[in-house]
Protein backbone atom coordinates (compact mmCIF):
# COMPACT_ATOMS: atom_id res chain seq x y z
CA UNK A 1 0.00 0.00 0.00
CA UNK A 2 1.46 3.38 -0.97
CA UNK A 3 1.75 6.06 1.38
CA UNK A 4 -1.22 7.35 2.80
CA UNK A 5 -2.50 10.96 2.62
CA UNK A 6 -3.41 12.33 5.69
CA UNK A 7 -5.22 15.30 6.77
CA UNK A 8 -5.39 17.49 10.01
CA UNK A 9 -9.17 18.11 9.82
CA UNK A 10 -10.68 20.83 12.79
CA UNK A 11 -14.66 19.61 13.09
CA UNK A 12 -17.16 21.97 14.46
CA UNK A 13 -19.99 20.25 16.32
CA UNK A 14 -22.55 21.25 13.92
CA UNK A 15 -21.01 22.11 10.86
CA UNK A 16 -19.22 20.53 8.23
CA UNK A 17 -15.20 20.94 7.16
CA UNK A 18 -14.10 21.34 3.43
CA UNK A 19 -10.98 19.58 2.79
CA UNK A 20 -8.68 20.34 -0.16
CA UNK A 21 -5.49 18.12 0.01
CA UNK A 22 -2.21 18.37 -1.92
CA UNK A 23 -0.50 15.34 -2.84
CA UNK A 24 1.50 13.56 -4.71
CA UNK A 25 -0.21 12.28 -8.00
CA UNK A 26 1.56 8.78 -6.98
CA UNK A 27 -0.26 8.67 -3.52
CA UNK A 28 -3.56 8.11 -5.17
CA UNK A 29 -3.68 4.24 -5.90
CA UNK A 30 -4.77 2.41 -9.26
CA UNK A 31 -7.60 -0.29 -8.52
CA UNK A 32 -6.76 -3.30 -7.92
CA UNK A 33 -6.89 -5.10 -10.39
CA UNK A 34 -4.94 -2.72 -12.69
CA UNK A 35 -1.85 -2.65 -13.73
CA UNK A 36 0.18 -0.21 -15.07
CA UNK A 37 -3.69 23.49 -33.83
CA UNK A 38 -7.05 24.84 -33.33
CA UNK A 39 -8.96 22.45 -30.35
CA UNK A 40 -11.99 23.12 -32.47
CA UNK A 41 -10.12 21.38 -35.61
CA UNK A 42 -9.08 18.43 -34.04
CA UNK A 43 -11.35 15.54 -34.61
CA UNK A 44 -11.99 12.90 -32.05
CA UNK A 45 -12.70 9.60 -34.22
CA UNK A 46 -14.64 6.43 -31.74
CA UNK A 47 -14.00 3.28 -32.29
CA UNK A 48 -17.08 1.06 -32.30
CA UNK A 49 -15.83 -1.94 -31.81
CA UNK A 50 -14.12 -1.50 -28.56
CA UNK A 51 -17.17 0.53 -26.93
CA UNK A 52 -18.69 -1.58 -24.13
CA UNK A 53 -21.89 -0.40 -24.26
CA UNK A 54 -23.50 2.31 -22.12
CA UNK A 55 -21.34 5.10 -20.67
CA UNK A 56 -22.96 4.02 -16.89
CA UNK A 57 -22.59 0.08 -17.64
CA UNK A 58 -18.88 0.43 -18.58
CA UNK A 59 -18.14 2.79 -15.70
CA UNK A 60 -19.74 0.16 -13.48
CA UNK A 61 -17.74 -2.37 -14.48
CA UNK A 62 -14.39 -0.59 -13.69
CA UNK A 63 -15.50 -0.38 -10.29
CA UNK A 64 -14.30 -2.96 -7.84
CA UNK A 65 -16.36 -5.54 -6.07
CA UNK A 66 -16.16 -3.98 -2.47
CA UNK A 67 -16.57 -0.75 -4.20
CA UNK A 68 -20.24 0.06 -3.48
CA UNK A 69 -20.67 -1.83 -0.14
CA UNK A 70 -17.36 -0.44 1.25
CA UNK A 71 -14.81 -2.29 3.51
CA UNK A 72 -12.93 -1.81 7.01
CA UNK A 73 -13.47 1.29 8.46
CA UNK A 74 -15.74 2.84 5.21
CA UNK A 75 -19.30 2.08 4.47
CA UNK A 76 -20.39 3.12 1.07
CA UNK A 77 -23.38 5.06 0.77
CA UNK A 78 -24.87 5.74 -2.67
CA UNK A 79 -24.90 8.67 -4.45
CA UNK A 80 -29.08 9.77 -4.71
CA UNK A 81 -30.81 13.01 -5.35
CA UNK A 82 -30.53 13.78 -1.27
CA UNK A 83 -28.79 17.20 -0.82
CA UNK A 84 -28.39 19.12 2.64
CA UNK A 85 -29.81 23.19 2.63
CA UNK A 86 -26.22 23.92 4.10
CA UNK A 87 -24.49 21.77 1.76
CA UNK A 88 -23.16 19.41 4.66
CA UNK A 89 -21.34 16.02 4.43
CA UNK A 90 -24.54 14.33 3.68
CA UNK A 91 -25.48 15.63 0.70
CA UNK A 92 -24.43 12.93 -2.13
CA UNK A 93 -22.40 15.18 -4.49
CA UNK A 94 -22.72 13.10 -7.34
CA UNK A 95 -20.00 13.73 -9.97
CA UNK A 96 -22.01 15.26 -13.41
CA UNK A 97 -22.64 13.31 -16.62
CA UNK A 98 -19.88 13.62 -19.28
CA UNK A 99 -20.85 13.68 -22.62
CA UNK A 100 -19.22 12.07 -25.64
CA UNK A 101 -19.11 15.79 -27.19
CA UNK A 102 -17.73 17.66 -23.67
CA UNK A 103 -15.25 14.75 -23.65
CA UNK A 104 -13.79 15.70 -26.95
CA UNK A 105 -13.88 19.23 -26.54
CA UNK A 106 -11.61 18.70 -23.25
CA UNK A 107 -9.54 16.27 -25.38
CA UNK A 108 -8.96 18.35 -27.94
CA UNK A 109 -7.91 21.23 -25.89
CA UNK A 110 -5.32 19.32 -23.59
CA UNK A 111 -3.45 18.31 -27.19
CA UNK A 112 -2.87 22.37 -27.08
CA UNK A 113 -1.75 22.37 -23.93
CA UNK A 114 1.96 21.40 -22.19
CA UNK A 115 2.00 17.78 -21.42
CA UNK A 116 2.35 16.55 -17.91
CA UNK A 117 1.35 19.88 -16.40
CA UNK A 118 -1.64 20.60 -14.17
CA UNK A 119 -3.46 22.69 -17.20
CA UNK A 120 -7.38 23.14 -16.87
CA UNK A 121 -8.30 20.70 -19.83
CA UNK A 122 -6.66 17.96 -18.30
CA UNK A 123 -7.50 18.58 -14.33
CA UNK A 124 -11.73 18.76 -15.66
CA UNK A 125 -10.87 15.23 -17.35
CA UNK A 126 -9.04 13.82 -14.42
CA UNK A 127 -12.13 15.49 -12.53
CA UNK A 128 -14.59 13.40 -14.59
CA UNK A 129 -12.25 9.62 -13.49
CA UNK A 130 -13.93 7.04 -14.90
CA UNK A 131 -15.76 7.96 -17.27
CA UNK A 132 -13.20 10.30 -18.82
CA UNK A 133 -11.74 6.57 -19.09
CA UNK A 134 -14.37 4.67 -20.68
CA UNK A 135 -14.10 7.73 -23.23
CA UNK A 136 -10.48 7.50 -23.79
CA UNK A 137 -10.61 3.93 -24.76
CA UNK A 138 -13.16 4.69 -27.44
CA UNK A 139 -10.64 6.88 -28.96
CA UNK A 140 -9.30 5.82 -32.60
CA UNK A 141 -5.38 5.72 -32.24
CA UNK A 142 -4.86 7.80 -34.87
CA UNK A 143 -6.52 10.71 -32.75
CA UNK A 144 -4.24 10.87 -29.66
CA UNK A 145 -0.52 10.83 -29.72
CA UNK A 146 0.53 7.71 -27.81
CA UNK A 147 2.58 9.41 -25.42
CA UNK A 148 -0.77 12.12 -24.01
CA UNK A 149 -2.55 8.48 -24.38
CA UNK A 150 -0.13 6.46 -21.85
CA UNK A 151 -0.22 9.80 -19.67
CA UNK A 152 -3.63 10.12 -19.66
CA UNK A 153 -4.45 6.81 -18.73
CA UNK A 154 -1.95 6.25 -16.46
CA UNK A 155 -3.59 8.80 -14.66
CA UNK A 156 -7.26 7.65 -14.39
CA UNK A 157 -6.70 4.58 -13.35
CA UNK A 158 -5.73 6.02 -10.44
CA UNK A 159 -9.76 5.61 -9.08
CA UNK A 160 -9.10 5.05 -4.98
CA UNK A 161 -7.36 6.90 -2.62
CA UNK A 162 -6.13 6.18 0.73
CA UNK A 163 -7.63 8.31 3.64
CA UNK A 164 -6.47 9.38 7.27
CA UNK A 165 -7.61 12.10 9.51
CA UNK A 166 -7.64 12.92 13.56
CA UNK A 167 -9.32 15.73 15.54
CA UNK A 168 -7.05 17.41 17.93
CA UNK A 169 -8.24 19.39 20.69
CA UNK A 170 -6.61 22.58 22.26
CA UNK A 171 -4.80 20.74 24.75
CA UNK A 172 -2.88 18.25 21.54
CA UNK A 173 -5.20 15.52 22.81
CA UNK A 174 -6.61 13.28 19.59
CA UNK A 175 -9.80 13.05 20.34
CA UNK A 176 -10.76 11.95 16.16
CA UNK A 177 -9.08 9.64 14.55
CA UNK A 178 -9.23 8.07 11.50
CA UNK A 179 -6.84 4.96 10.06
CA UNK A 180 -5.37 5.16 7.13
CA UNK A 181 -8.62 3.84 5.02
CA UNK A 182 -8.66 2.72 0.91
CA UNK A 183 -11.52 4.42 -0.65
CA UNK A 184 -12.12 4.72 -4.35
CA UNK A 185 -13.05 8.31 -5.69
CA UNK A 186 -16.22 9.57 -6.36
CA UNK A 187 -18.08 7.50 -4.15
CA UNK A 188 -19.69 8.48 -0.86
CA UNK A 189 -18.51 6.90 2.19
CA UNK A 190 -19.16 6.97 5.75
CA UNK A 191 -15.66 6.55 8.17
CA UNK A 192 -15.91 4.35 11.04
CA UNK A 193 -13.52 6.58 13.28
CA UNK A 194 -12.05 5.56 17.12
CA UNK A 195 -12.89 8.75 19.49
CA UNK A 196 -11.31 9.49 22.83
CA UNK A 197 -13.54 11.03 25.70
CA UNK A 198 -16.03 12.10 22.92
CA UNK A 199 -19.29 10.90 21.74
CA UNK A 200 -19.21 8.97 18.25
CA UNK A 201 -19.55 11.05 15.60
CA UNK A 202 -21.40 10.36 12.30
CA UNK A 203 -18.98 11.28 9.51
CA UNK A 204 -18.92 11.24 5.68
CA UNK A 205 -17.77 12.49 2.76
CA UNK A 206 -16.60 11.90 -1.18
CA UNK A 207 -13.22 12.04 -1.90
CA UNK A 208 -12.77 13.52 -5.61
CA UNK A 209 -9.73 14.77 -7.64
CA UNK A 210 -9.57 18.13 -8.26
CA UNK A 211 -6.29 18.41 -10.20
CA UNK A 212 -3.40 16.79 -10.94
CA UNK A 213 -1.83 17.49 -7.60
CA UNK A 214 -5.18 18.15 -5.45
CA UNK A 215 -7.91 16.37 -3.59
CA UNK A 216 -11.37 17.58 -2.38
CA UNK A 217 -13.94 16.39 0.50
CA UNK A 218 -16.47 17.93 2.39
CA UNK A 219 -16.56 16.12 5.53
Known amino acids: MRTAISWLVGLAVAGSVLAVAWFRPEWIVPAASSVQGN ?28 DLIGSGRAIAHPH ?6 SGCAASRHPTPPLTWAKFQQLLARWQQEPLGEPTPALEELLFYGRQSLVYLRRVSE ?11 EEQLRRTHVVVSFRVVDEHGVVRVFLPPTRVPLDIRHEYLMDTHDLQPLVTSGTVKRVGLYHLWQRI
Not at 142 to 152: H, I, S, V, Y
Request: glycine share 6%; proline share 13%.
Open 39 to 66: PSSVAVSPVPEVSPGTVPEAVSSLLEPG
Open 142 to 152: KALDEKRRRFL
Open 80 to 85: GEQVCA
